[in-house]
């Protein structure tokens, strides 16, 4: 099993950025491909974005796509999140999720994961 640990939230201006990491204990975090979803007040967790095992592969949901970027260093054990450009609409909770993965291959729906972190408050004030 993996204990996912996320950082790196708080409270930005729009236009701002912010960096989220997810550190993994417990286990090699090599095999693991990675998720991060959010959760705004009053709505359903979605997709943000997902890596490979390998990093060789990322997917975006659409309205993030060009100002935020997924990256892994799994020496560290660890899986980032770097936000541009940042909105109001951004404001959610993140979450980081893992799963062991399979070549390429990205996860971008919540059911494909069964591992997940206790999330971090990202505010992006207007």
């Known amino acids: 099993q993996v204990q996912l640990v996320e950082s790196g939230g708080g409270l930005v201006q729009a236009g701002g950025s912010l960096r989220l990491a997810c550190a993994a204990s417990?286990?090699?975090?090599?095999?693991?491909?990675v998720g991060w979803f959010r959760q705004a007040p009053g709505k359903e967790r979605a997709f943000v974005a997902a890596i490979s095992w390998s990093g060789s592969n990322t997917d975006y949901t659409d309205s993030v796509k060009g100002r935020f970027t997924i990256s892994r260093d799994n020496a560290k054990n660890t899986v980032y999140l770097q936000m541009n450009s940042l909105k109001p609409e951004d404001t959610a909770v993140y979450y980081c999720?893992?799963?062991?993965?399979?070549?390429?291959?990205?996860?971008?729906?919540?059911?494909?994961?069964?591992?997940w972190g206790q999330g971090t408050q990202v505010t992006v004030s207007s």
């Open positions: 417990g286990r090699t975090f090599n095999n693991y491909a």
């Open positions: 999720a893992a799963r062991v993965g399979t070549g390429a291959a990205v996860y971008t729906e919540r059911r494909n994961y069964p591992y």
